[in-house]
């Protein structure tokens, strides 16, 4: 238990253990943040995940007997939120959960209980004693169920997944760690959950932009306290909801007879030569959620892979895949590879970065077999008209 603001409590748990959730890996684990308003109608502001409900049970009864909690505020119904609920509504049955209406609709889609729901709508406020709670609809950010809880006494914004990082620490404030390491872990977390509502991401910021915001208390991760913090990530938003880009580029690749390797290496040599940033990741060695986190912030990416039985390998296909539901815009793509007897294959790689928003920079370099020295110092050309790409 920890008070945050007077009367604040964090009530959350920790899962130290965590290591791949919604397809991305978390090697620092990550938090279930749950929030306690001592008040004369005690509130929390959403539970934990399931196997953490004793965790946050225990730290509820630090401050108040978990009979007396009046509302159970529902931002979000995904189970790492309200898996909880039913558990708790055990020990305080009169309780009343507030949700939008569609949270209404996926809490008892979800449930199957007759629970006690206090639909709001967006502008809604409620009275909890010293307290007004104002709700405001945040549909797509990232469920249609999804909204944001502000305490006008508090100044606190409690946005559920919303500038979320997850990182299980025993910190709980941004400012207690170093900025780029939880400016990092938003970052992936942006870019492998929230990165294909950008529109809506932009809504929700118009939304809460005239609130007056002295906390960020999000779902996941650190609390944002300092106003030059919560600047920083909000404005980092901002410009991943725009796909605003810098002038990098990330080289994707996977290989099976070091082929498509050797062109890459060279690849990645020739834009360093240039002065151009150039991160280089092997599907064999990087997951996935990592290229992603990099593809977030560079304007350019380039794809090699071989080609089996007249196919991409699987490791790319998966990495497409999992693109394609994610929708990066404003980012340039190029394709390279080695092939045996047919680069068809290669077709499918160059409409699946299309179908994923990704936008040509040019025709690929495809080289069968093992390439010689001079068609590897013919990438050269390839950069120069990459770079011109990049900057144009």
């Known amino acids: 238990m920890l008070e945050i603001r007077e009367g604040v409590f964090w009530t959350g748990a920790i899962d130290w253990n965590l290591r791949m959730f919604h397809g991305y890996s978390i090697p620092a684990g990550t938090t279930y943040n749950a929030y306690l308003l001592r008040d004369e109608l005690p509130t929390l502001i959403d539970t934990v995940k399931h196997y953490g409900f004793p965790e946050m049970l225990g730290r509820i009864r630090e401050v108040i007997d978990p009979r007396e909690i009046r509302y159970i505020v529902s931002n979000h119904t995904e189970m790492d939120h309200s898996g909880a609920i039913d558990r708790l509504l055990q020990y305080c049955p ?31 406020t409620l009275d909890i004693g010293s307290r007004r709670l104002r709700f405001v609809m945040t549909p797509m950010v990232h469920w249609p169920d999804s909204m944001v809880t502000y305490s006008e006494t508090d100044r606190i914004l409690f946005p559920n997944d919303a500038f979320g990082q997850h990182y299980a620490s025993h910190e709980r404030f941004a400012d207690e760690v170093p900025a780029g390491v939880v400016d990092a872990q938003a970052a992936k977390y942006y870019g492998n959950i929230v990165l294909p509502y950008g529109n ?31 600047a920083r990530i909000t404005g980092l938003y901002a410009r991943w909801a725009a796909h605003q880009t810098d002038p990098r580029v990330v080289i994707v690749y996977d290989t099976m007879w070091h082929s498509t390797e050797a062109m890459a290496r060279r690849l990645y040599e020739c834009f360093t030569r ?12 990087t997951h996935i959620s990592d290229v992603v986190t990099e593809i977030l912030r560079s304007r350019m990416a380039l794809f090699g892979t071989p080609i089996l039985n007249s196919r991409m390998l699987p490791t790319m296909a998966g990495m497409l895949m999992y693109l394609k539901g994610l929708k990066p815009k404003k980012r340039l793509s190029w394709t390279f590879g080695s092939y045996g007897w047919s680069p068809i294959g290669f077709k499918e790689v160059e409409a699946s970065l299309k179908e994923a928003g990704f936008e040509p920079a040019g025709e690929g370099k495809y080289i069968p077999f093992v390439p010689d020295e001079a068609e590897l110092e013919s990438l050269a050309d390839a950069v120069a008209m990459l770079k011109a790409k990049l900057s144009a």
């Open 94 to 124: 009169e309780a009343e959960v507030v949700c939008s209406p569609k949270g209404a609709e996926e809490l008892r889609r979800h449930y199957k209980r007759d629970w006690r729901l206090r639909v709001v709508q967006g502008g809604d």
């Open 200 to 230: 809506q991401v932009v809504k929700a910021l118009e939304a809460v932009g005239g609130l007056d915001i002295d906390m960020i208390a999000p779902s996941h991760g650190l609390i944002w306290r300092r106003p030059e913090d919560i």
């Open 274 to 285: 240039e002065n151009v940033p150039v991160v280089l990741m092997s599907l064999q060695a």
